[in-house]
């Protein structure tokens, strides 16, 4: 468990990582992307707010999934856009 980030974090019992090492909507539209962040409650993974087209927080406001994880290899962090609540695993 993360700790005291936050509701959404807390509540995660496991943690989805990337299946594949590329933007989900940015290989639809021929987009490129900056870093890879895995949704926590679906397991998409897409782009970051680095990137051109953020898909990733554009999926967490129209799906509801609040909390994202990195995909980049080495690293174990979410995040919550609502809370903008961080945390390490």
């Known amino acids: ?8 974090i807390n509540s995660l019992t496991t943690y989805k990582h990337a299946k594949r090492h590329e933007c989900a909507e940015c290989i ?6 900056v870093h890879l962040r895995t949704c926590q409650e679906c397991g998409i993974t897409l782009c970051c707010d680095d990137s051109p087209n953020r898909h990733a927080r554009k999926h967490a ?3 509801g999934h609040p909390v994202i994880s990195s995909a980049e290899p080495g690293e174990r962090w ?6 903008d609540a961080f945390a390490e695993y």
């Open 1 to 8: 468990m993360p700790g005291d980030a936050c509701q959404h």
């Open 78 to 83: 979410l995040y919550c856009y609502p809370d």
């Open 61 to 63: 406001t129209a799906s």
């Open 28 to 33: 639809k539209t021929g987009g490129r992307w």
